[in-house]
């Protein structure tokens, strides 16, 4: 921290009330069963006062802000909701990580879950929705082995590591072709959609609609040659962080623990007319018709996910849905490029502007040799996870829906009073 005069920046780096400030909501207001029970002849093994939670409910001041890129920051009102409603569902007498995936506790939750995420993407029926597992890396195999056939070609747009992969995976099941690369320029921009050479026949084409680790987001979605082909997106690190014209897409797929929940569920949108072509060595787990035919509970799915993920929902369309939630991202977004760009060339973004990821800023420091510190700082500080991805270093701060202003507020204060010191 700068020694030197109170600065505004100062005052915002040192002001307490700058953290988060939601109040936990009292424990006892979900009785328990063992207060309201009459006493049994037959006892419980374990006694009330063992089973109980021995812990007050933490509060928001305990919290850092962690700008991680996943798993990543959550919001406070759907944590503490979770931890009202953790000991005792709603007075089911079980936490829904007890419940049966096929009892009607769990039903009403996932179909909540399902219905509030068609009403926040404005997803119509000609559409299923997926809730399954093993993360957006399982998505890259499912994709052409549910919707191709080992001959067909494919197209991918490479514009980072995350189409990388995807591409990759794809060369097992079918015939891909990477069209664009952003790779000879460090993955810093897009290509221009008119100019792609899209294949005649190719089956779909697949883009990341936002490069996690090196900040690239498209901003509008390139239109396929082929009509009988279809747009494949993985939204993973961009979902529900703005609205989407979902009928644009084939399938868009995201693992959830970057915007709307715990790592463990991937979300898969795909138009209904593309099930049920899978090829036949496709693993059950993996076709997409087996999950939608039984409402994505085809075998024990992962229940507790889900269920965070409908508080998500609930809390995102309580915010007035993602016109809104948008609006947030752009304005937390705007104050940390602003501050990166107002340095002098301090610190840098190496993203072409019109290409600058919402949720994923990366930024280099002129003087390299002081990013160590500048992480530790900032961790000093109480802020999180700042360490650029190791594979193309710097720092990169996650700003998704759950990181509140004042975390970007705090962090660009921060950032002003470390190039005050060292600039
Ligand atoms: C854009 C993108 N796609 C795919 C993945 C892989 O996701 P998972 O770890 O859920 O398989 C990630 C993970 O960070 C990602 O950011």
Redesign the pocket.
Known sequence: MATSATTPNTLLLKNPTARATVKPSPTHAFPTPRATAKPLSIKCQHSATTAAPVSPPTTSTDRLFNFA??PATLPENVLLKAQSELYNWRGAGMSVMEMSHRGKEFLSIIQKAESDLRKLLDISDDYAVLFLQG????QFASIPLNICKPEDPVDYIVTGS?GDKAYKEATKYCKPKVIWTGKPEKYTGLPVFDELDQSINARYLHI?A???IHGVEFKDYPTVKNKDAVLVA?M??NFCSKPVDVSKFGIIYA?A??NVGP?GV?IVIIRKDLIGHAQESTPVMLDYKIHADNNSLYNTPPCYGIYMCGLVFEDLLAQGGLVEVEKKNVKKAQILYDAIDGSGGFYRSPVEKSVRSLMNVPFTLEKAELEGEFVKEAAKEGMVQLKGHRSVGGMRASIYNAMPLAGVEKLVAFMKEFQAKHG
Do not use: F, I, P
């Not at 993360?135 to 399982?138: E, F, H, N, S």
């Open positions: 890129a996943g993360g957006a890396t399982t995350w990341c936002n490069e996690t993985d993973s690190s693992g623990q970057k790592s991937t």
